[in-house]
């Protein structure tokens, strides 16, 4: 367990044991797999490539070939205690309704993401005037499947049109650490490498 | 492939068939269930079967528990002969690429049961098998059969053999829709269920090519109202034009265009006549006429009647969900990109149903350019999923 990806720790540590968890994107299972040994939970998955579904079948995980954009819809209301949106929201083409989906169909919505508002990244454009490629990004601006970036203070708003709770935020720096609890948005946005909220639906 | 030992297999067998063309219809070389009176089967069309039979072959060992069986179902023109000989063709099992020892669905772990469906002709009770009341083939006296009319049969099979719940309900097509209707009927007796290649309900596209199927069987004169194995005849052209319209069907333009393309056969020019000119022409002459050797006209009809009848969420209030409410079954579905017989929206529209009822589901979208048939093929994709579904739910179930 202890070469487990620090954010998907993180979020594993999110989870109620024994609920009910949908992860949107889940790649060939690594996080699901997580939830289900550490955690207990009914860990359901959906994920675009064939190979991750094929992997993720022959791990025995429950995984359904889909694209969060247009199958997210089809799921019933609250049929999940948590969704799952692990790195995944910058490719998505609809972020808003993916993450409105999300607390539709889960209790709770958890979602990481690369911060684009990190000095790094910042500062490429700034001084040298070009898309950042970085070790966490590295795909050029012609062929990376990112297409909605958003830096922590760009989520942070969203969450606030869309009527999201935050319960809980991390930042995470660029060796893995958190940022204080204490700091300011403004510092999480500037040192923040990624970010994962734990929100719920506010009151409509 | 040895063509000549096939060759000379199939024609000992149609010597067989040709003594006595009833005997699988009745006295099947499989083993065989036989249910009296007392233990009727109640039909979806008000009948109530009174003396019938099921014939089925297994592989490999029950264990103890009773825990380890896996019911295969066969789709249209299939039969139980999964994974051995087939007594008729004298050709391998229809998916023997899929079962046997080693194999993904391994019969030295599993214990595997294949049936005749209910209306078949290879032993279960169906238009071509006798009527016990005059001792002369049903034909059109048999009663309409639907998909839960086969699997209720399957379900007093599986009664009889002693074993209360299946580790796994396994098929493609037409079978899948028995899966589907496994799944909903019993779901406290399907551990595990895979239907492949198939839909909750026959689209209008799919019933339209059945009725062509059928009206061509029905405008042969040797068809005689159905009557035709009292009068010792068979409707052979008329089945044989259906079978060849029904296997385009199963194939894609792609798998058509790569085998054949517009090449000749065995001829350096066109004839100018409506000789079989194309290899492709040729090839479907074949099926059909293959396919009349082994296979009952009437049982044609009644199977494809059932194809076309199926629609699982009419059953429950025209909502699928509800066919598989509370299931605790493990669902694992796969369709083939190519197949244009039961899309990828079919399977989806069952994917959305076991989320929208909270079970247990995997998907996945085969690549193929094989059309519907490719889920009889060697699909290496196809093997490992089956291969990871079947393992991972042998593990939960605790079978070694």
Not at chain 2, 197 to 225: C, K, L
Request: contains cysteine; proline residues 4%.
């Amino acid at each position: 367990m202890s070469d487990v990806r620090i954010d998907l720790s993180l979020i594993a540590d999110m989870v109620e044991p024994g609920s009910r968890v949908l992860d949107v994107g889940c790649g060939d299972g690594e996080l699901l797999e997580l939830l289900a040994n550490r955690r207990n939970v009914d860990a359901r998955g959906i994920e675009l490539s064939r190979v991750g579904v094929a992997g993720c079948v022959a791990r025995g995980l429950s995984v359904v070939q889909g694209d969060a954009d247009t199958d997210l819809g089809d799921y019933p209301d609250d049929a999940f205690d948590y969704v799952i949106l692990s790195q995944t929201i910058q490719a998505t083409r609809a972020p808003r309704v993916v993450l409105e989906n999300m607390l539709r169909i889960g209790r709770r919505a958890i979602v990481s993401f690369p911060n684009f508002g990190h000095w790094s990244i910042r500062a490429q454009i700034a001084f040298r005037g070009h898309m950042p490629v970085t070790g966490n990004l590295p795909d050029s601006w012609y062929d990376t499947p990112n297409i909605h970036f958003c830096t922590i203070r760009d989520f942070v708003r969203l969450c606030d049109e869309i009527g999201a709770v935050t319960e809980r935020a991390v930042a995470l720096n660029a060796a893995g650490g958190g940022i204080g609890v204490k700091a300011p948005w403004w510092f999480w946005n500037l040192f923040g490498q990624q970010a994962v909220f734990l929100l719920r639906r506010g009151r409509p | 492939m040895t063509a000549a030992t096939n060759t000379t297999g199939r024609e000992n067998a149609k010597a067989q068939a040709l003594r006595d063309p009833l005997r699988e219809a009745n006295e099947p070389t499989s083993l065989v269930a036989r249910f009296g009176p007392e233990r009727g089967l109640v039909m979806d069309c008000g009948v109530t079967l009174a003396g019938w039979q099921i014939a089925y072959q297994t592989y490999g060992t029950l264990n103890a528990a009773r825990s380890n069986a896996v019911l295969v179902c066969h789709a249209l023109t299939g039969d139980q002969h999964v994974a051995s000989t087939n007594p008729v063709t004298g050709k391998a099992g229809w998916w023997e690429v899929l079962i046997g020892p080693g194999k993904p669905l391994d019969t030295d772990r599993f214990f595997v049961i294949c049936s005749n469906v209910l209306g078949g002709c290879l032993g279960s009770s169906g238009p071509a098998s006798n009527n016990p009341a005059t001792g002369r083939p049903w034909g059109l006296d048999f009663p309409l059969v639907t998909i839960r009319d086969m699997v209720r049969a399957q379900a007093m099979l599986i009664d009889h053999l002693g074993i209360e719940s299946l580790f796994a309900v396994i098929g493609g097509s037409m079978g899948g829709m028995q899966v589907l209707q496994w799944a909903s009927s019993y779901p406290e007796r399907v551990f595990a269920a895979m239907p492949l290649a198939t839909g909750a309900r026959h689209s209008a596209q799919n019933i339209a090519f059945h009725e062509v199927g059928r009206q061509a069987v029905m405008a042969d004169p040797d068809w005689r109202e159905g009557r035709y194995l009292d009068a010792d005849t068979r409707p052979s052209k008329g089945l044989s034009v259906a079978r060849m319209g029904a296997h385009i069907t199963y194939l894609s333009e792609a798998a058509l265009h790569r085998k054949f393309g517009r090449n000749l056969q065995d001829r350096d020019s066109r004839t100018f006549s409506f000789d079989a000119d194309f290899q492709v022409e040729s090839y479907l002459r074949h099926q059909g006429l293959s396919f009349v050797e082994r296979f009952d006209a009437n049982s044609y009809l009644y199977l494809t009647r059932a194809m076309d009848y199926f629609d699982l969420a009419a059953d429950h209030g025209g909502v699928l969900a509800r066919a598989f409410a509370g299931s605790k079954t493990r669902f694992c579905v796969a369709s083939f990109t190519s197949d244009w017989l039961f899309p990828t929206s079919d399977s989806r529209a069952i994917v959305h149903a076991l989320n929208a009822s909270g079970a247990s589901v995997s998907f996945v979208e085969l690549e193929s350019d094989k059309g519907h048939d490719a889920f009889l093929l060697d699909e290496p994709e196809l093997f490992a999923t089956l291969r990871g579904f079947i393992g991972a739910a042998a593990r939960v179930r605790g079978l070694a």
